[in-house]
């Protein structure tokens, strides 16, 4: 079932996307987790310093309600780091955002829309 996006994840996109490290992590709970690649992390301080590393672009392309949050398919692009970009062809991520009482608890990435609609969130 598709959805549109809650307005927290449109806050914390445009923040990300615009490298505003304390905006995304505004839009989230104080003891919010984040899961990718690099392993797990938690809380807004740990946001802050992923946006202020990460140099990614999220664009938003579908979304999709599931029980405690809502995955999001997003085209990712890292401006200016040759290393990710050397094609210039957008990765496709899927993520799982977790919301709790109007803000995001849980960012989770995942490889395959599957996997992200099927991780249990916790809300």
């Not at 202020?52 to 200016?80: F, N, S």
């Amino acid at each position: 079932m598709t959805s549109t996006l809650d307005s927290v994840i449109v806050v914390w996109h445009v923040a990300v996307n615009a490298g505003d490290a304390d905006a995304a992590a505004s839009a989230c709970t104080e003891d919010v987790v984040m899961r990718g690649p690099q392993g797990t992390a938690h809380g807004r301080d740990e946001m802050r310093t992923w946006v202020g590393a990460a140099g990614i672009r999220l664009m938003p392309k579908e979304a999709y309600d599931v029980p405690g949050g809502i995955v999001v398919a997003q085209e990712a692009t890292w401006p200016g780091r040759e290393d990710f970009d050397a094609n210039g062809t957008p990765a496709k991520l899927y993520t799982s955002f977790g919301l709790r009482d109007g803000s995001i608890c849980g960012v989770y990435l995942f490889d395959s829309l599957e996997e992200a609609r099927a991780y249990p969130m916790a809300a």
